[in-house]
C-alpha cells in the first residue's frame, strides 16, 4: 500500500528536458530535426552518409523566418522529424555500406530529445567492420576481338584483384569496356547480365568478379545519305561529308558520329544537323551500317540590328550596330560578313550632352569586313580575314585604328584548339593633356604621342575541358598566347611606310577553375589566375617608341580586381593609369551558391535561376616585372547577383577594397578604415552579362 503513495510522489518530478532513447517513440513525430551527426565512420565521409538519407537538419532561424514572412518564396522551412523516413534512413545508410563492400558493417541510432525546444538530433552510431575485396577477376567473350583491341581493355582498368569492392566501380569498368568495343566496330556490344555480375563469398566476404561480354558483330560504316531541308542548291553533299570524322569502310565508331555531328553545328551554315545511324542488318554478308545525315540551314542572306550589351575593357557596354552576313559566300562553306558597331561605357555622360572628347566619355565604335573558311586544308582547320577601321575613346586618349588581320584556327585535339594570328595594325593616338598636369608627367605624355605601324603575330593555345560554356560547374580551361612584333617591319621596311613601328614580345597565361563542392550544382568554387609580361627587344629597347597602347595590360574592373573600376588600378602614378603597364598578376576566387533551388517563381524571376557569389580578388598592373612587390598587391572582396538567362547570367557584383597598396602606410587595410564610412562607401557596383570569368 506504501507503494502507491510513492508511486504518485515520483509522477510529480519532471522528466528530463533532454533525453537519449535506443528507438525512435512515436513521441518524436513533429518535433523539428535540430541536428544530424555520424559517429565512428572511417571509410566513408559524412557528407556522403548524409547524402544518402532523406532527413535533412532544420534551416536557421533566418532562413525559417524569411520562409514564413514572404509565404514561402525565401528561405527554408522547418525540417519535421517522422519516424518512418528515419526507419528509412537506416536502411539507406546500410545500403551505402553494403555498396562500398562494407558487409559486416553494423548501424545503429540514437535520439537526443530537447522537450523545451522542441527538437530531436539524430545520430547514427557506425561499426565499419572490415571491408570487402576483390580477390578474383575474369574477363570472358572477347577472344573474337583482334589482340590489339582486347590489350586496350586493361591498359587503364578501374578495377583490379586486390581492390576493395565498390559496386560502383564494378559497373563504371562495364560502361568502359563496351564503350570501347562500341567505338571500334561493335555497335550490338552488350553486358551479359545472366552469366556475369559480383559475387560474394559468405565466408569470407569477398568477391568473384565475373565479366561477361557479347561483343557481336564487327561492322562498319557503310553508304552515307545528305539531305537538306529546306533544298538549297548551293549546299553540295561534299560540303557536309568532308566535315565528317568517318568515312565509307571505316570501323564503325559511335563517338566518331557524335564528333561528327558536332563538327556539322559548329558552322555557321546550318540551324542544326544531326547524324543518325540507320538498322543494323541482320544480314550475316552484310556488315555495313548506313548513315543519314540531316541538315537545316540557316538563312543564305541576313540583314540585322543588333543591340549590344558587353562586358567589354572591365565595364558594361552599351551600344547599337547593324550587320550583314552571307553564308556559303561563293561557296565552299565559307561565311562573309560586314558590321558596323558603336558602344560606349558613358551613356548617361552622352545623354546629358558630353562630347566625345570630354574626359567623363568612355566608347568605340568601328566598322568590320571578315570572311570565315571553315575547311582549310581539312576539316580541324580553318581560316579567317578580317579588315577593319576604327575609332577607341579613353579618358585620356584617342585611338585610330586601322586593322588587316588573317589567321588560322587548328582543332589540336576535342578539347585543345591552337589559333596563329598575323596583324598589320595602324595605331595613331591623340592624347588628351590637360594643360595642369606637372612638367614629368606632360613629358610622359607626349612619349605616348606617336603613330606607329606594326606587324604583329601570335600563337595562342586553349583547352576547355569544362563540362559548359556560360556557366560550367566542373573541369578547367587553359590559355597561353605568345605575340611578337618587329621582325617582318624589320625584314620589309617598306610595308611601313616610314612610321615608326616596335620590337616586343608578349607573354600571357590564363587559368580557370570549376568545381562542383555539392555534386548538385548548387554550390560551386570557380578560382580564376592571370598573368603576362611583355617587353621590347632589339632597336626599340633604346628607343622612345612605345609598345602600342590598345596592346598593354590594365586591371581593375568588373573582371578584374573589382574594388576598384575599370582601368583605375595600377602600382604607377594616378595619372598615368590610363597607360597601362607591362607585367600584370591576378588572380581571383568566387563562391556561388544558388540559395533557392526548386523553390518556383516570386514576382516573375525563377528562383532556381538566382545565384549569390562571394568573390575575393587580388592583383596588380606594373610598368615591369622587376617592380613586383608582394606589398604592392592590391586585395578587394565582395559579393555579387547572378540571374541566369539564355544568353548567359546577368551580373551585379559590388567590391570593397580590402588592402589599398595606393594608400598611404597606416591606411591600406580595411582594418585602418571606417568600414561603413570609407570602406563600404568606397565601394564599386559592376553591371555585366556573363560571369566575371
Not at 586486390?162 to 564494378?170: E, N, Q
Not at 586593322?403 to 578539347?415: F, Y
Not at 610595308?495 to 597565361?509: A, C, E, M
Not at 610598368?623 to 541566369?644: I, K, M, P, Q
Request: hydrophobic letters at 40%; proline letters at 5%.
Amino acid at each position: 500500500m506504501r507503494i502507491i503513495p510513492l508511486l504518485a510522489l515520483l509522477s510529480l518530478i519532471p522528466a528530463p528536458l533532454t533525453a537519449q532513447v535506443a528507438a525512435a517513440p512515436d513521441s518524436i513525430a513533429g518535433l523539428e530535426i535540430g541536428s544530424i551527426s555520424f559517429e565512428g565512420n572511417q571509410y566513408v565521409s559524412e557528407g556522403t552518409l548524409a547524402e544518402a538519407i532523406q532527413s535533412r537538419e532544420s534551416p536557421s532561424g533566418f532562413s525559417q523566418f524569411m520562409h514564413g514572412t514572404f509565404w514561402g518564396a525565401f528561405g527554408s522551412p522547418a525540417e519535421i522529424a517522422e519516424p518512418a523516413v528515419f526507419d528509412n534512413d537506416l536502411d539507406l545508410v546500410n545500403e551505402l555500406y553494403k555498396r562500398e563492400g562494407f558487409y559486416n558493417a553494423s548501424v545503429t541510432r540514437e535520439y537526443d530529445v530537447d522537450r523545451r525546444e522542441g527538437t530531436v538530433g539524430l545520430r547514427f552510431l557506425i561499426d565499419e567492420g572490415p571491408r570487402s575485396i576483390i580477390d578474383s577477376l575474369v574477363y570472358e567473350g572477347l577472344d573474337s576481338v583482334s589482340a590489339e583491341l582486347a590489350a586496350r581493355f586493361f591498359d587503364n582498368p578501374m578495377i583490379r584483384r586486390g581492390d576493395p569492392y565498390r559496386s560502383g566501380v564494378t559497373s563504371s569498368e562495364i560502361v568502359r569496356v563496351v564503350t570501347i568495343l562500341q567505338n571500334n566496330g561493335y555497335p550490338t556490344a552488350r553486358f551479359n547480365y545472366e552469366k556475369g555480375g559480383a559475387f560474394r563469398y559468405t565466408s569470407t566476404n569477398n568477391f568473384f568478379i565475373r565479366l561477361v561480354f557479347e561483343p557481336g558483330r564487327l561492322y562498319h560504316f557503310g553508304e552515307i545519305s545528305v539531305k537538306v531541308d529546306p533544298p538549297r542548291d548551293d549546299i553540295k553533299d561534299r560540303l557536309v561529308l568532308r566535315h565528317l570524322d568517318f568515312a565509307p569502310g571505316d570501323l564503325y565508331s559511335r563517338d566518331l558520329r557524335v564528333t561528327s555531328e558536332r563538327n556539322l553545328n559548329r558552322l555557321d551554315l546550318f540551324e542544326a544537323a544531326r547524324v543518325d545511324q540507320g538498322a543494323v542488318p541482320e544480314s550475316l554478308n552484310a556488315s555495313a551500317i548506313p548513315i543519314d545525315v540531316l541538315v537545316k540551314p540557316q538563312p543564305r542572306n541576313e540583314l540585322s540590328p543588333e543591340l549590344i550589351v558587353s562586358d567589354e575593357n572591365g565595364a558594361l557596354n552599351l551600344g547599337l550596330g547593324v550587320a550583314y552576313t552571307n553564308r556559303n559566300f561563293f561557296g565552299d562553306g565559307r561565311t562573309f560578313s560586314a558590321r558596323l558597331q558603336g558602344r560606349t561605357q558613358s551613356i548617361v555622360e552622352l545623354l546629358r550632352g558630353a562630347r566625345l572628347r570630354d574626359s567623363a566619355v568612355i566608347g568605340s565604335a568601328d566598322l568590320e569586313f571578315r570572311i570565315v573558311q571553315p575547311y582549310l586544308f581539312s576539316r580541324r582547320v580553318s581560316g579567317f580575314w578580317t579588315s577593319s577601321i576604327g575609332i577607341e575613346k579613353q579618358t585620356l586618349y584617342i585611338l585610330s585604328i586601322l586593322r588587316n588581320r588573317m589567321g588560322s584556327s587548328i582543332q589540336l585535339a576535342r578539347t585543345a584548339v591552337g589559333l596563329v594570328e598575323w596583324t598589320l595594325e595602324r595605331v595613331e593616338p591623340e592624347i588628351l593633356v590637360a594643360t595642369d598636369q606637372p612638367d614629368t608627367v606632360l613629358k610622359l605624355l607626349r612619349t605616348e604621342d606617336q603613330p606607329q605601324f606594326n606587324s604583329i603575330i601570335a600563337f595562342t593555345w586553349q583547352k576547355d575541358a569544362t563540362n559548359g560554356i556560360l556557366s560550367p560547374s566542373e573541369g578547367h580551361i587553359y590559355t597561353v598566347s605568345l605575340e611578337e612584333s618587329g621582325v617582318l617591319p624589320k625584314i620589309l621596311p617598306g610595308i611601313r611606310s616610314g612610321l615608326p613601328f616596335t620590337q616586343y614580345y608578349k607573354i600571357s597565361l590564363l587559368g580557370r577553375w570549376y568545381h562542383d563542392l555539392g555534386k548538385d550544382r548548387t554550390s560551386l568554387l570557380a578560382v580564376k589566375f592571370r598573368t603576362g609580361y611583355q617587353n621590347k627587344y632589339g632597336e626599340s629597347k633604346y628607343s622612345d617608341v612605345k609598345i602600342p597602347l590598345n596592346r598593354r595590360f590594365f586591371s581593375g574592373g568588373s573582371n578584374s580586381v573589382r574594388g576598384w573600376k575599370a582601368r583605375r588600378l595600377g602600382a604607377m602614378p594616378s595619372e598615368l593609369l590610363e597607360f597601362g603597364g607591362n607585367f600584370v598578376f591576378e588572380g581571383s576566387a568566387e563562391l556561388r551558391v544558388n540559395h533557392f533551388p526548386n523553390r518556383g517563381r516570386f514576382l516573375g524571376l525563377d528562383l532556381a535561376s538566382i545565384w549569390a557569389v562571394y568573390f575575393v580578388d587580388v592583383g596588380n598592373v606594373w610598368n615591369d616585372f622587376r617592380d613586383f612587390r608582394t606589398s604592392s598587391l592590391a586585395v578587394a572582396a565582395g559579393v555579387g547577383f547572378r540571374y541566369e538567362t539564355l544568353f548567359g547570367p546577368f551580373r551585379v557584383d559590388f567590391g570593397m577594397r580590402v588592402y589599398d597598396p595606393g594608400e598611404a602606410p597606416g591606411r591600406r587595410t580595411i582594418f585602418n578604415k571606417k568600414f561603413f564610412g570609407e570602406t563600404v562607401s568606397g565601394g564599386v557596383f559592376h553591371l555585366g552579362i556573363g560571369h566575371a570569368f
